[in-house]
């Protein structure tokens, strides 16, 4: 475990191995599943031989990491989040960054998670019994740091096996423009969401709906902060949604019997404010695309399917890394240019290449 600056810097100075742009592995446990807001709590490491654990928590200046990543290429596994976390620690991510996940789906790997991937690469069994754990608290169990330390063991080797095969069958310009295109999504992605309180499913209600989600969203973030929990233990978002639902039609809702009476005291405050509120501070219903669903838009878009599952078989690939549903439908109904929602390789594939 490195946790001090010092000992953060040493390591980071023999991890280069004399390369001017250093290869490693990269991992991270946040404690979102603990608290009421999300913290960078553990950073896996591995370069070729050694694997560390970085503590965020106690190091006091990690800019020395930041500026080794800002010139390294980095493995990760399923990496939206890690990316995620490193741009919000380091307000920028390292230039390259390699998904061994992506890698393996455009292989035809239907099984991708790194659990099923070290099994299938290096016949080992990964444990699982840490998934949940509070990395949070110090110290470490034996088993969590086993646990942490696999999450990159594996990583460098498995993305050399990837890379050989994606070479082997002509994908591997495909992997590098996939994972290009992940990383720049979670660098375009906006963080300060002014209406997180608009959760899926909340398109469906009414505006008198929809205040009334504001209001309990509030209510459950007030009470998650105060609790130091994640929101979702107070109550998940589907009892947000049938709450507010019901809310909108009038109809007396049943809080659970765990509920304290003071926490059943502030919602019903909450709505007492709702009811109290004008029409013209109410939130606006969010416009939806509405398409012409005639025989034309999906007879083109039968044919656009038909089209990519027939390239998905011959690749041996699912057909939805070629293109999701979504984005079949918009580009029939010439809501969206193919090269604004397509990579290249997948405009080749459906036959819609510049």
Known sequence: ????????????????????????????????????????????????????LIDPLVIEDLSALGSYLSEATVWMHGADYDMTMFKRQFAALPPVIYDTQIGARLLGVR??????????????????????????????????????????????????????????????????????????????????????????????????????????????????????RPSFMVTPNRELLAWSADLATRKNISLPHHFRPDRVKRFRAAIAAVETLPESDWPQRLPGKRRKLDRDFERKLDALIQTREQVAAALDIDGSLIAPRSVLEGLVADDANPAEVLLKWQRECLGLAD
Not at 7 to 32: N, Y
Not at 219 to 224: G, I, L, Y
Request: charged fraction near 30%; hydrophobic fraction near 40%; glycine fraction near 6%.
């Open 111 to 228: 099984r991708f998670g790194l659990g099923d991937l070290v099994r299938q690469y290096f016949g080992v069994e990964l444990s699982k019994s840490s998934q949940k754990a509070d990395w949070g608290k110090r110290p470490l169990s034996p088993k969590m740091i086993e646990y942490a330390l696999n999450d990159v063991n594996y990583l460098l080797e498995m993305g050399d096996i990837i890379v050989a095969a994606l070479k082997t069958h002509g994908r591997y310009e495909w992997f590098e423009e996939s994972c290009a295109a992940a990383r720049q999504r979670v660098l375009d992605r906006d963080d300060s969401k002014e209406e997180m309180w608009r959760i899926q499913g909340s398109g469906k209600l009414e505006r008198f709906g929809l205040v009334c989600l504001r209001a309990l969203w509030q209510w459950r973030d007030a009470e998650a902060k105060a609790w130091d």
């Open 1 to 52: 475990m490195i946790d001090t600056t010092e000992r953060l810097v040493s390591h980071l100075q023999a991890s280069r191995q004399g390369a001017a742009a250093p290869i490693c592995a990269i991992d991270t446990e946040a404690d979102s599943l603990h608290r009421y807001r999300e913290s960078l709590c553990l950073i896996q490491f591995a370069v070729r031989g050694a694997s560390v």
